[in-house]
Nanobody, 120 residues
Framework: QVQLVESGGGLVQPGGSLRLSCAAS????????MRWYRQSPGKERELVAT????????NYANSVKGRFTISRDNAKNTVYLKMNSLRTEDTAVYYC?????????????WGQGTQVTVSS
């Protein structure tokens, strides 16, 4: 059974930090590109960060570049998102996503999301 379970969300003051985790199971984790998305009410889903199968390449949305860091530990089947210098605009539900690194396998998986609220 495939599962992606996010954790680490919560309430934080502007300028604070949070570390999100996404624990994966039920598939070959190292074969998948891992991504973090976020979505706020009334807004489009936004791709926040991407990391390649073995962590050799990362990409970030301009809105979070320099503040967020994506990483993964394939031995633990876990991907992380370290968020520093948080702003109220970062408030959203954050979702973990897995996409197979080979295009002939179109399936992708989603977690249930974890709420991040940045407020004073």
């Amino acid at each position: 059974q495939v599962q992606l379970v996010e954790s680490g969300g919560g309430l934080v003051q502007p300028g604070g930090s949070l570390r999100l985790s996404c624990a994966a199971s039920g598939f070959t984790f190292s074969s998948y590109v891992m991504r973090w998305y976020r979505q706020s009410p009334g807004k489009e889903r936004e791709l926040v960060a991407t990391i390649s199968s073995f962590g050799g390449s990362t990409n970030y949305a301009n809105s979070v570049k320099g503040r967020f860091t994506i990483s993964r530990d394939n031995a633990k089947n876990t991907v992380y998102l370290k968020m520093n210098s948080l702003r109220t605009e970062d408030t959203a539900v954050y979702y973990c996503n897995a996409l197979h690194s080979l295009t002939m396998y179109p399936k992708q998986y989603w977690g249930q999301g974890t709420q991040v609220t940045v407020s004073s």
